[in-house]
């Protein structure tokens, strides 16, 4: 079993950054793909990226394809969503979550979520 918590979330202005960290405890975390996803308020969650076990692959949404960069620190279990140049389209709740399988967007395809991280753009 994987624990994930997430944290980096806050307020920022149109055009700012923010990097998201996503934590997780136990020996396997480099036996998991990991996936970030947002979501709104009556809105379905969204895929955001993904990386691979060792991180050598990475993919991610069209929507926020050349601003976000995903990557992992597998001896610190840890991974990093790196947003730049944000909009407010991209204000949501921030999950992370952690799969077996490579490549998938599917939230249904990820075992562990993480409680999630609020990232709130400003105009």
């Known amino acids: 079993q994987v624990q994930l918590v997430e944290s980096g979330g806050g307020l920022v202005q149109t055009g700012g950054s923010l990097r998201l960290s996503c934590v997780a405890s136990g020996r396997t975390f480099s036996s998991y793909v990991i996936g970030w996803f947002r979501q709104t308020p009556g809105k379905e969650r969204e895929f955001v990226a993904a990386i691979s076990w060792s991180g050598q692959s990475t993919g991610y949404a069209d929507s926020v394809k050349g601003r976000f960069t995903f990557s992992r620190d597998n001896a610190k279990n840890t991974v990093y969503l790196q947003m730049n140049s944000l909009k407010p389209e991209d204000t949501a709740e921030y999950y992370c979550?952690?799969?077996?399988?490579?490549?998938?967007?599917?939230?249904?395809?990820?075992?562990?979520w993480g409680q999630g991280t609020q990232v709130t753009v400003s105009s």
């Open positions: 979550a952690a799969a077996s399988t490579w490549y998938t967007t599917s939230p249904g395809s990820y075992r562990y």
